[in-house]
């Protein structure tokens, strides 16, 4: 390219940086004559579910055309809302982008500047790009899960902390039972 340009998706989140100078091919290898962004729709968004510990946080962009190549590589940013900002996982944010042949996600090598909340990674060709934060780890306390419930046997509900009607009787005949037999083999041992 004879000039930088910049290129800012319609949501204004994502921007392509292309720096003067730089070599910029489409698949065949014939030079761009433009560059596109914009956000994917859910049905274009590839499934994350084998990143390990990070989910997709949001912010899913399609690059075009697909399979331009770029030399040097080119800057992706994204400039997340101040009230968006809060909800990611500070510190644990990555740029991945979809390898199609290999059915995955990969890892881009990340900048994240926390005063301008703006994520920045280089790339070399377009593919569909995302954002990444950390997955939530539920820590003691935080389980959302209701806790187990006793019901007796006509299946109403025991208030919590208390038994059933049944409960208290078979604790006793176990107990009673083992009483018992503990006897029967300390007598038979005399």
């Known amino acids: 390219m004879d000039e930088p340009a910049a290129v800012v998706s319609s949501d204004r989140i994502a921007t392509l940086s292309v ?3 730089t070599a910029a091919h489409n698949s065949e290898g014939t030079p761009l004559d ?3 962004i914009r956000p994917a729709s859910p049905g274009e968004v590839p499934d994350a579910a084998g990143v390990t510990g990070f989910v997709a946080a949001g912010y899913t962009y399609l690059c075009g055309p697909a399979g ?3 030399d040097p590589a080119i800057t992706l940013t ?3 809302p101040a009230e968006k900002w809060k909800d990611l996982k500070e510190g644990d944010l990555t740029v ?3 390898n199609a042949e290999a059915g995955r996600w990969e890892e881009i ?3 994240i500047d926390y005063e301008t909340m703006t ?3 280089e790339v070399s060709h377009f593919s569909t790009f995302a954002l990444f934060t950390a997955a939530q780890t539920p820590s003691a306390g935080d389980d959302d899960r209701p806790a187990a419930q006793v019901t007796d046997a006509n299946g109403v509900e025991a208030p919590r902390g208390e038994t059933t009607d049944r409960t208290l009787p078979i604790v006793t ?3 009673l039972i083992v009483v018992v037999a503990g006897a029967a083999i300390y007598l038979k041992k005399k």
Do not use: Q
């Open 96 to 98: 991945r982008w979809y």
């Open 173 to 175: 005949g176990v107990l």
């Open 68 to 70: 331009a190549t770029f």
């Open 78 to 80: 994204f400039e997340i």
């Open 19 to 21: 720096p003067e100078g």
């Open 119 to 121: 994520v920045t990674a």
């Open 34 to 36: 433009e560059i596109t």
């Open 109 to 111: 090598p990340t900048t």
